[in-house]
């Protein structure tokens, strides 16, 4: 008899460790779906990618669109008369941030140029970066004391290896004890089941970073998109604008032609 009330307490302790395991899987399922459901903004969504795709870029892309910035063939950009007017913006903070930049500019110049050359573009764009995590907080994280992980781990550990010395102690003589043995094979499978599968899971969603992840699930910006549908000429000489961190030895003024010798 006191078999089968060990085998029957190492399945329950088995149904408890599969317990804690779906319940862990649903929070995961459930940040998963909180992080889908969050809304991104488009520019915070590339922003750390590669220069031609990244929220510079897509700034850059949406003034050229609404007809308030033009680039030149060269990739030299510059308010257009429109982009000169302190009344005009594009309604977003980072494109409105790179229009101020090149409204405080004397010359047209290269989009590169004008990201190392500005001394208030950055901070700019830094706040606006920092104001977009702010209204993307984690959710409340899973608590968990290290005294007590231990020690649940060595509990488990501990019953599972006296579970193993019962079951291989001896031949079980009648039919409880045969029931008893069957039950105590099957309650420590699924415990090796379960500690698996809760391993796996474990690394899975260690060091995860789901804003990240739901950042990267964002697609290429709109305004990169329509400019280069629209305009691909003039998206390859933005593009190209970006690489470049000189204005060149004319500084974007019209070259004087010097006259000939005579005779």
């Not at 500019?105 to 764009?125: C, I, M, Q, W």
């Not at 031949?171 to 045969?178: I, L, Q």
């Not at 305004?223 to 190209?240: G, K, N």
Request: with cysteine; aromatic share 6%.
């Amino acid at each position: 008899m006191n078999r089968l009330v060990f085998a029957l307490f190492l399945a329950a302790v088995a149904a408890l460790l599969h317990a804690r395991l779906a319940l862990h899987r649903r929070r995961e399922r459930r940040l998963t779906e909180w992080w889908a459901a969050r809304a991104v903004d488009p520019y915070h969504a590339v922003h750390g990618r590669w220069w031609p795709q990244d929220d510079v870029q897509a700034a850059a892309a949406r003034l050229v669109l609404d007809g308030l910035v033009s680039v030149t063939r060269r990739g030299n950009i510059a308010p257009t008369p429109a982009g000169a007017d302190p009344d005009r913006g594009a309604g977003h903070p980072l494109p409105d941030a790179l229009l101020a930049a090149l409204r405080r500019r004397t010359a047209p110049a290269p989009l590169g140029n004008v990201l190392a050359n500005d001394p208030d573009f950055g901070p700019a764009r830094d706040a606006f970066l920092a104001a977009c995590r702010a209204r993307l907080p984690d959710p409340e994280p899973e608590h968990r004391s290290c005294c007590l992980v231990v020690l649940g781990a060595a509990a488990v550990v501990l019953q599972m290896v006296l579970g193993i010395v019962v079951l291989f102690d001896r031949v079980p003589r009648g039919a409880v004890e045969w029931v008893a043995a069957a039950l105590t094979g099957v309650a420590l499978a699924a415990q090796f089941v379960w500690l698996v599968q809760d391993d796996g899971l474990r690394r899975e969603n260690e060091g995860r970073d789901r804003l990240a992840e739901r950042l990267a699930a964002q697609g290429p910006h709109p305004a990169l998109v329509e400019l280069e549908a629209r305009h691909p000429e003039t998206a390859a000489a933005l593009a190209a604008g970006r690489f470049r961190f000189r204005r060149g030895r004319h500084h974007g003024r019209p070259r004087r032609r010097r006259a000939l010798p005579a005779g």
